[in-house]
């Protein structure tokens, strides 16, 4: 009856050091797959008209721009550029204010450029997208109109070797009515976290190479 332990013995040890080898391989790409959560540092500027140079100018009848900066940190990947409009404004892409000035706005357009400052090593730097206007502002000091901006997700990457990630940032659309001001919003996606050190991998592989030790160590 005794005479077949040690094998027992020796195949557990085996099961043991597969079952050891797993769990590390499964914790290093758990590691790798879940979003770092990164601090996002910006700001935004914009104009109207066709291939306008955003600063340039910010007032279209009625309709004012003003600017922003942002210094937002992601939660699980995701960070919201949300805050209201503000004097300045802060923690958004910048804010809206539309008057009474009677106008037909549609056919209009406004171009916004966003800057990133951070991360470091942010990719490419800024973005120039573009829209289309549409609504009216009556003589009876009613209406308002919707800012159609492109919601394509901008794809950016940051960093390099084990500091590398990439993000994606997205544009909400705006509607503002008369006598009103709103606050230009999005979001960014975290896509990819940081690469394991190798410092990570070796400490994997002097592991692996230890519990390999100890089974051809009971063997004998």
Excluded: W
């Amino acid at each position: 009856m005794n005479t077949h332990r040690p094998a027992r013995a020796g195949i557990s040890l085996r099961r043991s050091a597969i079952a050891l080898a797993a769990g590390a391989v499964l914790g290093i790409a758990s590691g790798a797959a879940n979003a770092v959560d990164t601090t996002f540092v910006g700001s935004t500027k914009g104009c109207f008209g066709v291939a306008c140079a955003p600063g340039a100018s910010a007032t279209l009848v009625g309709l004012t721009y003003a600017d922003s900066t942002f210094n937002v940190t992601s939660a699980g990947g995701f960070a919201s550029i949300g805050n209201g409009p503000g004097t300045p404004n802060l923690d958004n892409l910048g804010s809206f204010t539309l008057t009474t000035a009677p106008f037909t706005y549609t056919g209009n357009h406004f171009d916004l450029q966003v800057s990133f400052t951070a991360p470091p090593g942010t990719t490419p730097g800024s973005v120039l997208i573009h829209d289309t206007i549409n609504g009216v502002v009556g003589a009876t000091d009613n209406g308002g109109l919707f800012i159609d901006l492109d919601n394509t997700p901008k794809h950016f990457t940051f960093g390099s070797g084990p500091t590398a990630g990439s993000f994606d940032f997205f544009l909400n659309d705006v509607s503002i009515t008369t006598g009103h001001s709103v606050a230009l919003t999005g979001t960014i996606s975290t896509q990819v976290s940081a690469v394991p050190e190798p410092e990570t991998y070796a400490l994997f592989l002097a592991g692996l190479g230890a519990v390999g030790f100890m089974v051809r160590r009971r063997k004998s």
